[in-house]
Each structure stands twice: as C-alpha cells, then as structure tokens.
C-alpha cells in the first residue's frame, strides 16, 4: 500500500516563494524492492488539461521542466526521505493551479506521459495574487 503524501501549497503573492514537498509513504507491496524511479508533479486549472511542470529521475538525477516554468522553479529529491522537493521562486498569478504529485515507477528516464504515472497525490493548492 502505497501513498504520496504532498504538502506546502498556499496562497502568495506575484514574485514570492513557495516549496512543494512530496513524500513516499509505504510500498507497493511487501515484496518490492526499490531501484529507479520517475517523481515530480503535474499541474491543472479547471478547465483546462493536465500539464507537466518539472520531474525528475533518481537513477541519474535527470530532470525536465515545462518551458512556462524554467529558470523559476527547480526539483530536487532526497533518497534516504524518499521524498522530492519543488521549489518556486518568482511566482506568477499564472503558476495558480492545484499541483498533483505523481510517481511512475516503470520509466526510465524524464518524460512528460501522465498515463503511465504510478501513483498521485491528492493534490495542493497554489494560489499567485498580482
């Protein structure tokens, strides 16, 4: 039994900060044994399709990142804490949407491909005022 555990959303203002964490809890089955693993979160407004917004993959460190948020937002992970972490910086009214944490652990690199995601979090909020 698996869950991602997501937390840090909140409501800022046009140029603050925020840092999105998302922890895995438990596993797939008592029999697995973790090695590689694709992690990062998707984002979504309502009426409007699911984007990517940056993943990364711990069997390299490899990361990719929507062109909306390069240069502003950075992923990093923490094996031991099997968790990841999404830092925003220079937030945009525009980043405002309710961001999905999400795990796919058959990839084998960074790839956008919401079906073959694993797992998701429940989702947190984020909310960019001018």
């Known amino acids: 039994q698996l869950q991602l555990v997501e937390s840090g959303g909140g409501s800022v203002r046009t140029g603050d900060s925020l840092r999105l964490s998302c922890r895995i809890s438990?596993?797939?089955?008592?029999?697995?044994?973790?090695?590689?693993?694709?992690m990062g979160w998707f984002r979504q407004v309502p009426g409007k399709e699911r984007e990517g917004v940056a993943l990364?993959?711990?069997?390299?460190?490899?990361?990719i990142y929507s062109d909306s948020v390069k240069g502003r937002f950075a992923i990093s992970q923490d094996g031991a804490k099997k968790t990841v972490y999404l830092q925003m910086n220079s937030l945009k009214p525009e980043d405002s949407a309710t961001y999905y944490c999400?795990?796919?652990?058959?990839?084998?690199?960074?790839?956008?491909?919401?079906?073959?995601?694993?797992?998701w979090g429940q989702g947190t909020q984020v909310t960019v005022s001018s």
């Open positions: 990364i993959y711990n069997g390299d460190g490899s990361t």
């Open positions: 999400a795990l796919d652990l058959s990839a084998s690199g960074p790839r956008f491909r919401p079906g073959m995601m694993d797992y």
């Open positions: 438990g596993n797939p089955n008592p029999y697995y044994v973790w090695t590689t693993y694709l």
